[in-house]
Each structure stands twice: as structure tokens, then as C-alpha cells.
């Protein structure tokens, strides 16, 4: 019996290991091929923008790190709660390592927005809806970590963990719909699923550019991170001990 | 072409400490992450090395 299930709870990180493990060299090369694709259109094919100058180039990486921010959330909330109610336990560990990437994008969006927010507001920050919930986003991401971190039982770290993350993820709709629900400074929707985009479409395929990107940088650092949990945690897997027998010749 | 030279380009219309703030401070921090990912990686599996060595 015990075979059993060894056997099956450690099948899912060492296959998850072997394919992440080819895919990481590709999600690489296209995470820096459509950055630079998208940087010199952003900054050599899309024009100056008539009312705000140059400053708008902010916008491709804020809009980018912005959207990420927030499907990273749901993402970890997502695998988070599924490690806790189906028992799977590479799936809390991909939530785990989901957590520092979306943090990392919320605060660039805040921090581009802040250097944006400067010239075109006049002011770094205001206190309006749209900032504060993705503030709010940040210390969500940090107190999941926090949390996630200070229980020494794995599992129980998980589970706690992902009751947070379920919670919190009542935010990422306030923050996507805050600038119709009240009266914000910050602008609008950029893209709109049901109406045609507003701004040139040069500065459009710059931003989609950067955004693919972004999604390929997400998934190569996210699996870089996965792979070191795994270990972290798998290391008693006759897999795991083969594998760093492995890297050990291969360092020799 | 935006640019007639790199000092009007670097200038980036007057913007140019707002739009190369926001991408300076990009890259460092998505050099950095993967760098330390990287780096944790290692690590773990120099642990499981280590505790092979040790027998257990």
C-alpha cells in the first residue's frame, strides 16, 4: 500500500520536472525575442504621443506588469486552492512559486505608475481606487508569503496559505473594475473586450509584444522557482537523489 | 524613426528620468528574479548532494 502511493504522489513533481525542464531554454528565448520585438517598436516605430510627449512609453511595460500582477493572483490563488482541496501537492508548490513574480510585477506597476503619474498628474500617488487596490495587491502577495513561510509544517503552510490567497482574490476584481466603479484618476481600460482599441495600433502591438513577453518571463521564472521547491521538499525521492547524483558527475 | 540622435533619444522628449526610471528599475528586478531563482536551485540541489554524501 505504502508503494503505492509513494509512487503516485511522487510520479506528478518528477514528470513535472522533466517537462518544465525542456520547455525552460524555448519560454526563454521568447520571453527576450518578443521583448526586444517589443521595445523597438515602443521605442522606434510608435510615435510620440501628441498629448502626453514621450512619457506614454511608460505605458509598455506598466500596462504589461499591471495585467500580470493581477492573473498572477488568480493564478496562485487558483493552484493554491486546488493544492489544498485535491491534496496535490506540486500544485501548492507552483503557488508558492507564483507569489515573488506577482509581487515583483504589482510593485513595477506601481513604480512605473508613479514615474508616469509625476508628468502627467502632477503627483506621484493619489489615494484613489484604482492605486489603492493594487497596493492592496502587494501586501496581499507579501502576507501570503509571510504566512506560507512562518509555518514550519509544510502542508499546513499550504493550507493556510491558500485560504488567504482565496480571500484576497476578491481584490483583483475591485481593481480591474475600480476605474468604472468610481470616480479615479487613473484612466480607463486600456484594451476593452467589446469595443476597438483607442490608441494607434503601432503602440497597441508594442504593448502585446511586451505582454507576451512578459507571460513567457512569468512561466520560465515561475518553473525556475517550482523546480528549486521540489527539491527543497522532494529530497528524501529516490528521483531527486538520482538527479543530483546526475548533476554531480556532470559538475566533475 | 522617433530619433535624430542617441542625446535626443536618451532625452526622450524631456521624460527622459520618468521613462528611463520605470525601465531601468524593470530590468534590474527581472534580471535579478530569474538570478535568484537560479540560485535557489542550486542550492537545493547541492543539499541533496550533500545529504547523499552523508548516507541518509
Do not use: C
Amino acid at each position: 500500500m505504502s508503494r503505492s502511493i509513494r509512487l503516485f504522489t511522487f510520479a506528478a513533481p518528477s514528470r513535472f520536472f522533466a517537462l518544465s525542464g525542456f520547455l525552460l531554454p524555448w519560454l526563454w528565448l521568447a520571453a527576450i525575442g518578443f521583448a526586444l520585438a517589443g521595445l523597438y517598436m515602443g521605442f522606434f516605430v510608435a510615435p510620440t504621443d501628441a498629448t502626453q510627449g514621450d512619457s506614454y512609453r511608460i505605458i509598455f511595460v506598466h500596462v504589461p506588469a499591471a495585467w500580470m500582477s493581477m492573473v498572477l493572483y488568480l493564478v496562485m490563488a487558483g493552484w493554491a486552492v486546488f493544492g489544498w482541496a485535491a491534496n496535490a501537492r506540486l500544485a501548492s508548490m507552483v503557488a508558492r512559486a507564483l507569489a515573488p513574480t506577482g509581487a515583483m510585477f504589482t510593485f513595477l506597476a506601481l513604480w512605473t505608475g508613479a514615474l508616469w503619474g509625476k508628468p502627467t498628474w502632477g503627483t506621484w500617488w493619489v489615494w484613489d481606487a484604482r492605486l489603492t487596490s493594487e497596493l492592496i495587491l502587494l501586501f496581499l502577495y507579501l502576507g501570503y508569503m509571510a504566512l506560507v513561510e512562518s509555518i514550519d509544517d509544510v502542508r499546513r503552510a499550504d493550507h493556510a496559505g491558500a485560504l488567504l490567497a482565496l480571500v484576497g482574490a476578491i481584490n483583483v476584481p475591485i481593481i480591474y473594475f475600480s476605474v468604472k466603479w468610481w470616480n479615479t484618476l487613473h484612466q480607463g481600460a486600456t484594451i476593452s473586450m467589446t469595443a476597438a482599441p483607442k490608441m494607434a495600433a503601432t503602440m497597441l502591438n508594442a504593448m502585446l509584444l511586451m505582454t507576451i513577453a512578459f507571460w513567457a518571463y512569468s512561466f520560465a521564472v515561475v518553473f525556475m522557482r517550482t523546480r528549486a521547491i521540489v527539491l527543497e521538499r522532494e529530497r528524501q525521492a529516490q528521483w531527486v537523489i538520482d538527479l543530483a547524483a546526475r548533476e554531480a558527475k556532470e559538475v566533475k | 524613426m522617433n530619433w535624430g540622435s542617441l542625446s535626443e533619444f536618451l532625452a526622450m522628449g524631456g521624460y527622459g528620468l520618468y521613462v528611463w526610471g520605470s525601465y531601468g528599475v524593470v530590468l534590474v528586478l527581472m534580471v535579478a528574479e530569474p538570478l535568484l531563482a537560479r540560485h535557489r536551485y542550486r542550492q537545493a540541489l547541492g543539499q541533496v548532494g550533500q545529504s547523499i554524501e552523508q548516507g541518509d
